[in-house]
């Protein structure tokens, strides 16, 4: 199985395989210095008013700062996992070039 990324946190040393497996060895305690995973949420707006909505999101709400979160984002350690969300596709074009 091919590595995508190794890295060291804290006391571990994580390594990321192509299908997704993660592996961390460490002694004990657990001592991170950064967090392994981010969510984030490029927009509060939403004009579908699901009743259900979770995110809270809705037409009053606004987009992020793209130029904030790309600071944000190139200070995370290579190897931390990124979740996008709180989008449709009309949103999404705006930040990236989907392929």
Known sequence: MKKLATYKNGNSQVTIYEDGTKVRRYSEPLLLEFPESIDIKITNYCDLGCKFCHEMSDIAGK?????????????????????????????????????
């Open 63 to 99: 987009h992020a700062d793209l130029n904030k979160l790309l600071t944000v984002l190139q200070g995370l350690s290579p190897g931390v996992e990124l979740a996008i969300g709180g989008w449709k596709f009309p949103i999404a074009s705006r930040y990236f070039r989907l392929s």
